[in-house]
């Protein structure tokens, strides 16, 4: 006989998660032994430090309020609605209950059995991820470790094989080496013995200097040297070392990072130590089949903007397989900024063969944003500066016009490749943005000494960048006289505070997400600026009032402020964790949508992914009070 009321409770239960992901059958076991409570509005579910029951509740149909009690004062901590998980501490933590549970209107629950349910659910993985995600949203001590290390599983090493990025690398373990006495003509000998591409010169079993077929076509066959010429003449120096241990991921970056196919592997991963083995690029290819090198060698090769447009499009491609196998964001971050900064290299080298003559004086190149931060993803617009040497004030102005040329070649050609203009104009093309050392440095003093709103944006702008071409004394000096302006402005920091708070958390007062009001953009939920530039922000505060440099990226200035301030690690651990959350949840949308990911629609994301999304807004509001507390801006305007 059919148990009519058993089947109207799975009818309801399969369209919310975690339930939908049960099979029919097993869903209906569970059903079977659910119990229906009905409760008026102000009555209790459970209190807080009560012994945990035997069942977890999902509500039917009204509100539960959640709150936690600390000198017999309560605080909201969220409201449930129709279809929203609670009181699953006992399923995942066996603990007391931390909460309070309070009807907040007339309310319907369904009350499910832990031990049924764990019978039917045994071995589903995925039911229980959910779980553990209601759980660490509603939980009020939102920084435990095990906590974290759950609901950010997402975002971590995944450990599954197929994830060869992160293998130990295979490298070669006998490789083939010659003394620093030899002459090329016996290393060669050898080379063609042993039908191998390089072979790396030693001295006292420990790595000099390494020589390849191009170094003997480029420097033997050319006539330059003759083939008895000592191989300290033709190896390339110092070589590039690492530890035996490497994952694949890391002895790709590495190549990538210095241009070369080929990491000597050392006992202890430097040149001081004994050579154990060789890891060449064809290894790497071999592991991997597809890897950011194919599209680096494109980049360097293109002539033409329309050749680095093609090769920028390949890195989306495998930006996207990267998400889809759940390659830690860190590499992913790490992959796509070396191939957002070859680019922008490669297209420098265009226009200046564009130019009519070689540049007057040296300059560098600064990427700033996120690009300068090194957390552009996706394609999204353009700011970037130019700062040169210094030069005679009767030749300023030519000079600066030969600059400008050059940047708006530049900026041209990125805007073709994807990369649009700047609404603001903060690009190198605008002469505010396009100086010489000396007028950078009485700007940033203008900005930090006598701080306003304007400049509190301008320089927020610029406190990211990243030298991406040309003079690295230029921008060492440009950072030195920055830290110095800045050892002597307390208001700098409070004006800067107040921009870092200035976005309230992104829940309002019922947990709701907060939309856009009015604009094109009505209805949806902007994750950049209510999710990720408060992080952002708070993050370059914080750095830059402790004086650390060179740490421009969010979640490394996160993780450089839980080492020297213990106190507030789990906090800025969290802080860091939630910064990857958000962006790995914004470019996933930016790819799915075919733009920036910055505007949602909450309506098209799961149960699921709004619980992971509140769970990453928990640390704003805690690092928001802490720079309120840290920098007094309670009373500051």
Same mark, same amino acid.
């Given at each position: 006989?059919?148990?009519s009321?058993?089947?109207?409770?799975?009818?309801?239960l399969?369209i919310y998660?975690?339930?939908?992901?049960?099979?029919f059958k097993?869903?209906?076991?569970i059903a079977e032994e659910?119990v229906?409570?009905y409760l008026?509005?102000g009555?209790t579910?459970f209190?807080a430090?009560?012994?945990?029951n035997?069942?977890?509740?999902i509500?039917r149909?009204?509100?539960i309020?959640?709150?936690?009690t600390e000198n017999?004062?309560q605080e909201?901590?969220t409201i449930?609605?129709t279809?929203?998980?609670?009181?699953?501490r006992?399923?995942?933590?066996?603990e007391n209950y931390k909460l309070?549970?309070?009807?907040n209107?007339?309310?319907?629950?369904?009350a499910l059995?832990i031990?049924n349910f764990k019978s039917?659910?045994?071995?589903n993985?995925?039911?229980?991820k959910?779980?553990?995600t209601a759980?660490?949203?509603n939980a009020y001590?939102s920084?435990?470790?095990?906590e974290?290390?759950?609901i950010?599983?997402?975002?971590?090493?995944?450990t599954s094989?197929?994830?060869?990025?992160f293998?130990?690398?295979?490298y070669?373990?006998?490789? /083939?080496?010659?003394? #620093?006495t030899s %002459?090329?003509?016996e290393?060669a000998s050898l &080379?063609c013995?042993?039908? @191998? !591409?390089?072979?790396?010169v030693?001295d006292?079993?420990?790595?000099?200097?390494?020589i390849t077929?191009?170094?003997?076509?480029?420097k033997i066959?050319t006539?330059?040297?003759p083939?008895?010429t000592?191989?300290?003449?033709?190896?390339s120096s110092?070589? /590039?070392t690492?530890? #035996?241990?490497? %994952?694949?991921a890391?002895?790709?970056?590495? &190549?990538?990072?210095?241009? @070369? !196919?080929h990491?000597?592997?050392?006992?202890?991963?430097t040149?001081?130590?004994r050579l154990i083995?060789?890891l060449t690029h064809?290894?790497?290819l071999?592991?991997?089949?597809?890897?950011?090198?194919?599209?680096?060698?494109e980049i360097?090769?293109?002539n033409?903007t329309k050749?680095?447009r093609?090769a920028?499009?390949k890195?989306n491609t495998?930006?996207k397989?990267?998400?889809e196998q759940?390659?830690?964001?860190?590499?992913i971050i790490?992959?796509i900024?070396?191939i957002?900064?070859?680019v922008t290299?490669?297209?420098?080298?265009?226009?200046?063969?564009?130019?009519?003559?070689?540049?007057p004086?040296a300059f560098?190149?600064?990427?700033?944003g996120?690009q300068?931060?090194?957390?552009?993803?996706?394609?999204t617009?353009?700011d970037?500066?130019?700062?040169f040497e210094d030069?005679p004030?009767d030749?300023?102005e030519e000079?600066?016009?030969y600059?400008?040329q050059l940047?708006?070649?530049?900026t041209?050609?990125l805007?073709k490749?994807g990369?649009?203009y700047?609404?603001a104009?903060?690009?190198?093309?605008?002469?505010?943005?396009c100086?010489s050392?000396?007028?950078?440095k009485?700007?940033f003093?203008n900005?930090?000494l006598?701080p306003?709103?304007?400049a509190i944006?301008l320089s927020?702008?610029?406190?990211?960048y990243s030298?991406?071409?040309?003079n690295?004394?230029?921008?060492?000096?440009l950072s030195?006289?920055?830290?110095?302006?800045?050892?002597?402005?307390?208001?700098?920091?409070?004006?800067?505070?107040?921009?870092a708070i200035k976005s309230p958390t992104?829940l309002?007062i019922?947990k709701?997400?907060l939309?856009?009001q009015?604009?094109?953009?009505?209805?949806l939920?902007?994750?950049?600026?209510r999710g990720l530039?408060?992080?952002?922000?708070a993050?370059?505060?914080?750095v830059?009032s402790?004086?650390?440099k060179?740490?421009n990226?969010?979640?490394?200035?996160y993780?450089?402020?839980?080492?020297?301030?213990?106190?507030?690690?789990?906090?800025?651990e969290?802080?860091a964790y939630?910064?990857k959350?958000?962006s790995?949840?914004?470019t996933?949308?930016?790819l799915?949508h075919n733009?920036?990911g910055?505007?949602i629609?909450?309506?098209?994301?799961?149960?699921?992914?709004?619980?992971?999304l509140?769970r990453?807004?928990?640390p704003?509001h805690?690092?928001q009070e802490?720079?309120?507390l840290r920098?007094d801006?309670?009373n500051f305007i």
């Open positions: 006989m059919k148990n009321i058993a089947e109207r409770v799975c009818d309801f399969k998660p975690p339930f939908d992901l049960i099979k097993k869903l209906l076991e659910v229906i409570v008026e509005k009555d579910l209190k430090d009560q012994p945990a035997e069942y977890f509740y509500v149909a009204g509100a309020s959640l709150f936690h017999d004062t909201l901590v449930n609605d279809g929203d998980i609670f009181g699953v006992p399923l995942i933590a066996r309070t549970a309070t009807a209107e007339e309310t319907i629950i369904y059995p031990k039917a659910t045994e071995n993985a995925k039911v229980y959910y779980l553990i759980f660490a949203t001590d920084y435990t470790t095990e974290n290390n759950a950010f599983k997402d975002y971590l090493p995944n094989q197929d994830i060869v990025n293998q130990t690398a295979n070669t373990k006998t490789p /083939i080496t010659c003394p #620093k %002459t090329l003509q290393a &080379m013995t042993h039908k @191998i !591409g390089c072979i790396i030693v006292n079993k420990k790595p000099v200097g390494i077929n191009s170094d003997i076509k480029n066959a006539g330059k040297f083939i008895t000592a191989v300290t003449n033709i190896m110092p070589v /590039i690492a530890k #035996k241990d490497l %994952t694949v890391d002895g790709q970056l590495k &190549m990538i990072k210095n241009s @070369i !196919g990491l000597c592997i050392t006992k202890d991963g040149v001081n130590s083995g060789v064809h290894d790497v071999v592991t991997l089949g597809n890897t950011p090198s194919v599209i680096l060698k360097k090769r293109a033409r050749k680095l093609i920028r499009l890195a495998l930006l397989s990267y998400l759940n390659i830690p964001l860190t590499h790490n992959v900024s070396e957002n900064d070859a290299i490669r297209a420098i080298e265009i226009a200046l063969k564009k130019m009519p003559t070689e540049p004086v560098s190149w600064l990427a700033l996120s300068g931060r090194r957390e552009q993803l996706l394609f617009d353009q970037n500066a130019l700062v030069v004030e030749k300023y000079t600066q016009a600059f400008l940047a708006k070649y530049v041209k050609s805007n490749i990369f649009e700047c609404e104009d903060m690009m190198a093309v605008n002469p505010e943005w100086k050392i000396s007028k950078w009485t700007q003093q900005w930090i006598s306003d709103d304007k944006l927020s702008i610029f406190f990211d030298r991406v071409y040309g690295e004394k230029l921008v060492d000096t030195e006289s920055i830290f110095e302006a800045l050892g002597g402005s307390s208001l700098f920091y409070k004006f800067l505070g107040s921009e992104p309002g019922f709701q997400f939309v856009e009015n604009g094109d953009q009505k209805d939920f902007n994750i950049k600026s530039m408060p992080l952002i922000d993050a370059r505060l914080l830059l402790n004086q650390i060179n740490v990226n969010t979640y490394e200035r993780e450089k402020m839980a080492e020297i301030d213990p106190n507030n690690k789990e906090l800025y969290s802080c939630a910064f959350a958000l790995k949840f914004k996933k949308q930016g799915l733009n920036s910055k505007f629609k909450l309506e098209t994301l799961t149960k699921e992914e709004k619980l992971k509140k990453c807004f928990k704003i805690d690092i802490t720079l309120k920098f801006l309670k």
